[in-house]
């Protein structure tokens, strides 16, 4: 899946009804039960090709690294259900160092993702807070805005977050941010064989599904145990 602008504008009304009605182009959901593979720390905190977002202790003893796409009901799911239990039991006490990034299952998707990276930056400043912000909103919100007319809901959205009608527009045609969140996606295609979403990396241990907190947790307390 290569994105391009024009691909994004002439495609967004048909990708988000679909995207709606469960039609994405790859596998939304697969059974947390089992890991699939593990990776070395070394391959998946090499650079990407855009700068990692992350909250939590750099120096944890947990690192999570998400992979999801923002019109993934089930990622929406996880972030409204179980994210807020892991951040507080595990971010906010520097047990868990949490990093998301991006996987769009569609044009629609990486639309979302461009505007959380815009609202992160402010010249040569990045604050992940305010991007972590944006995407939690947007989960949340994601009834209102992966549907057949997605700007207008989606602008409102990102006005609320600090944009102007200017300024939305100028990050949704900025092609270099586009193309790096699709080098982040088809890198974990190629490299970590990411194939659904959510996705999870435990300490380099993939399990995929929306988990529960006391799925997550069970891992997370395994690893500081071990």
């Not at 989606?154 to 699709?182: H, R, S, V």
């Not at 979403?197 to 529960?212: C, H, K, Q, R, Y």
Request: one cysteine or more.
């Amino acid at each position: 899946m290569q994105i391009t602008r024009r691909e994004f504008c002439q495609h967004t009304a048909t990708v988000a009804l679909a995207t709606a009605l469960g039609l994405t182009t790859l596998p939304s959901l697969v059974t947390p039960a089992a890991a699939q593979t593990k990776v070395s720390d070394v391959e998946l905190m090499a650079p990407e090709a855009l700068p990692d977002m992350a909250i939590g202790d750099p120096k944890a003893k947990v690192t999570i690294i998400e992979y999801a796409s923002m019109t993934c009901p089930h990622c929406a799911h996880f972030q409204e259900t179980t994210f807020p239990d892991i951040k507080k039991k595990y971010i906010d006490t520097g047990k868990v160092r949490y990093i998301f990034r991006e996987f769009p299952l569609d044009t629609l998707a990486a639309a979302a993702f461009m505007l959380a990276r815009c609202s992160a930056t402010s010249g040569a400043t990045t604050d992940p807070n305010k991007y972590f912000v944006l995407v939690d909103t947007l989960f949340r919100q994601q009834r209102t805005w992966a549907v057949e007319t997605p700007l207008p809901p989606l602008l409102a959205l990102a006005k609320q977050a600090g944009f102007t009608e200017k300024t939305f527009n100028e990050c949704l045609a900025n092609q270099k941010l586009l193309d790096g969140i699709e080098k982040v996606r088809q890198r974990a295609v190629d490299k970590f064989k990411v194939n659904s979403t959510p996705s999870f990396f435990i300490n380099g241990e993939l399990v995929s599904g929306a988990l529960t907190t006391e799925d997550m947790a069970k891992k997370i307390d395994a690893y500081l145990k071990g």
